[in-house]
């Protein structure tokens, strides 16, 4: 257990090995721009068809083949016997077509033999119930037996593959989503994570606010797991499961960082780590982790949802790769995409057929956000057990391409080509610079939000993800940046319904705005403290000053009810959540309600502040017209120049060259000036389609 416990607290006990993970760049040559390859699964086919896939593989322009991460039974098939001689051949293979392989530690699918002898090993769902072998997942990874493991397999992988020329890195476990687990290894661990952070249990009743409903602990020893299913979700303690949620991903952060410790004593240092979180991680923090070189995302843009224009079901959501392809660039300053769907999936609302050339756009738009490897789910649909209904790159029968194929190839076809025309030492263009702009995110204000969202209308997730859209829209280039990142290259800084905050936070927000930048503040930032306490000062305390504002209350309507803002005699709908302002002297208003017994109310202020501006908008709309217009006024006040990109299409520089998507189902003509130079695609993009052109 204190093996278990050391593990968790590797974040902490190791802060200066951050430096060290912050070089994801030294992996990738700036001239390849992106490096392309795909998932192989040779335990799950004949042997004799190895060679055969692999030869293909090549063929079709893929780079590297990603192997091994739900292998761990054919690696280890009786307990502490190896056997890897199946996966040389693989290896081999690959070198005898000139394939990089990406290795991966198995840690995701443990062997039956681990559950069968050792169900400690295994974790527990919320009604106290172990997990049984045969998914993913299941593995309780604070537990002691199961890092012994894991580590013996991992080292037995890193003494084997760590010097070979061909591994040009390695991806650990596989989806990492931080479960939620009950299991008494969990429990303890939970109690140990409790006493580190707060020392003594009458600072943890404090901070819990346990004297409400008879909470109160005498000691570390009676905590438990707060568990939602048996507590109810309306009566959880918000501060113990917000605890939980912290651990949980500091958990998770640190079994990473155990198995990349390990790695690091045999592998040579040409080669990378990382792991491949998905695209909507609510759970697992990439920037909780110490060890990775890089982190990269899984994305799968179409299970089944509506999306833009009566094609979008076809064309999948842009929002995952929107906000990931920024996001996931901490740790390791780049990221790329490590799983991406190559066509319809198995577990979507319904599954359709793609539009031919989708798989391909959503390569590119993964490569417009600055990504440098793209990998494929999987090389060959296979055709038994789980996911048989799982497109694939290949179909069936193993040498027909699928539509998701055929894209694929094309894309790696064309990035070659680019290769040649790109210009990776171009400055980036001055009317971008005069745009740039960031959104400060982290996970912790997802967590306390989303368990007291306070009506049915607030979307958590997608909410910091709604701006990311407008300023994409306005043509500028938005990053995803957390409170320890130097803010001072951006010229705009929007912090979106960041619920938690301090006085060094805001006293931070204060100094990027005198210092000349425009700080864009919405509502529910700041209502709480760090322990997702309300300020006893008032609603949003701290923020008053800086904003030049109280907020003396605010409301939420019926999803059915359209509540009116008026704004330069223009007229906005709104119903999510409305903050009613209370204005100083020197604040401006911009926006004010323009119905409700508030009428007349500010909804929207602006305060000069030092060199630059702090704007507050109150308001949440769906349609996101009232936030656009207010930020479009923002860019032009402050001398920038603004696009009005329609809901769809995104645009991004990388290179020396511009890049374009269509996720919308409608044509859309580019303006572009008489110099510019086509390099793929046409001025016409159609749907699903690709514009690349040089200035």
């Known amino acids: 257990m204190r093996k278990s416990i050391l593990l968790l607290l590797l974040p902490l006990l190791l802060p200066a090995l951050r430096g060290a993970a912050q070089r994801g760049k030294t992996f990738f040559p700036a001239g390849d721009l992106i490096t392309t390859g795909i998932y192989y699964y040779p335990e799950h086919w004949d042997e004799k068809l190895w060679e055969r896939d692999i030869r293909h593989i090549a063929d079709m322009g893929f780079e590297f083949v990603h192997l091994a991460e739900f292998a761990w039974f054919r690696m280890e098939p009786e307990e502490g016997r190896f056997n890897f001689a199946w996966l040389d051949k693989v290896v081999k293979l690959c070198e005898k077509y000139r394939l990089k392989v990406i290795m991966c530690t ?43 493991f894991v580590e013996r397999v991992v080292t037995e992988m890193a003494t084997r593959y760590g010097r070979r020329h061909s591994v040009i890195g390695w991806q650990l476990d596989n989806e990492p989503d931080a479960k939620p687990d009950f299991s008494p290894a969990s429990q303890a661990a939970f109690r140990q994570w409790l006493q580190e952070k707060y020392k003594s249990v009458d600072s ?31 009566g959880t303690n918000p501060h113990a499961l917000l605890d939980f949620k912290r651990y949980a991903a500091d958990a998770q952060a640190a079994f990473l960082d155990f198995q990349a410790k390990t790695l690091r004593k045999f592998i040579a240092k040409e080669q990378f780590i990382t792991t491949n979180y998905t695209a909507v991680s609510p759970g697992a923090d990439p920037r ?188 500028a280039p938005v990053e995803v940046l957390s409170e320890k990142a ?69 409301d939420m309507l019926p999803d059915y009810y359209k509540g009116d803002v008026l704004m330069k005699q223009q007229h906005y709908h709104w119903n999510n959540w409305g903050d009613l302002l209370r204005p100083a002297a020197n604040t401006a208003v911009l926006a004010q309600y323009d119905n409700q017994f508030y009428k007349g109310t500010p909804a929207v202020i602006k305060r000069q502040l030092g060199k630059g501006a702090v704007t507050y908008i109150g308001v949440d ?51 572009m000036s008489d110099r510019a130079r086509i390099l793929i695609g046409e001025k016409r993009i159609k749907p699903a389609g690709v514009l690349v052109w040089k200035e």
């Open 106 to 148: 198995p840690s995701a699918t443990t062997p039956v033999w681990m559950r069968t002898r050792y169900p400690e090993t295994f974790i527990m769902n919320s009604q106290y119930i172990r997990g049984e072998h045969g998914t993913r997942g299941q593995g309780c990874i604070v537990n002691t037996k199961y890092q012994q």
């Open 204 to 234: 943890l009743n404090a901070a819990w606010g346990t004297a409400f409903w008879s909470q109160w602990y005498s000691s570390f020893e009676q905590i438990t797991i707060p568990n939602v299913q048996l507590v109810g979700w309306w």
């Open 288 to 475: 909780r982790t110490r060890l990775l070189d890089l982190a990269t995302y899984t994305a799968y843009p179409n299970g089944g949802s509506s999306n833009i224009g009566e094609s979008g079901f076809r064309l999948g959501n842009p929002k995952l790769l929107l906000f990931a392809g920024e996001y996931f660039k901490d740790p390791g300053g780049v990221t790329g995409v490590m799983e991406i769907q190559p066509g319809p999936v198995n577990w979507g609302s319904f599954n359709p057929l793609l539009f031919p050339g989708t798989v391909r756009m959503w390569l590119y738009h993964s490569f417009a956000t600055g990504g440098r490897l793209a990998c494929s789910y999987r090389y060959r649909q296979i055709n038994y057990s789980a996911e048989q209904y799982h497109g694939a790159v290949m179909q069936t029968d193993g040498v027909t391409l699928s539509q998701g194929g055929e894209d694929y190839k094309e894309f790696m076809g064309e990035i070659k080509k680019l290769r040649q025309q790109a210009d990776t030492s171009a400055a980036v263009p001055a009317a971008l610079v005069n745009r740039s702009t960031a959104i400060l995110w982290n996970l912790e204000n997802f967590w306390t939000l989303d368990y007291q969202q306070q009506t049915r209308q607030w979307d958590t997730w997608n909410y910091p993800v709604k701006f990311m859209q407008i300023g994409k829209s306005l043509g």
């Open 486 to 554: 130097d803010w001072s290259k951006y010229k705009f800084l929007i912090v979106p319904a960041y619920e938690m905050a301090d006085s060094a936070l805001v006293s931070k927000w204060e100094a990027y705005a005198r210092n000349g930048g425009q700080l864009v503040i919405t509502c529910r930032t700041a209502a709480k403290n760090r322990n997702g306490h309300l300020w006893e000062a008032g609603w949003a305390a701290p923020l008053r000053k800086l904003i030049g504002a109280d907020i003396t209350s605010f």
């Open 621 to 671: 709309t769906d349609d996101a017209r009232l936030e656009k217009d207010i930020l479009r006024d923002i860019y032009t006040s402050a001398g920038a120049t603004t696009e009005d990109y329609p809901p769809g299409i995104f645009v991004y520089w990388r290179d020396g060259m511009y890049i374009a998507v269509n996720y919308s189902s409608e044509d859309y003509t580019m303006n």
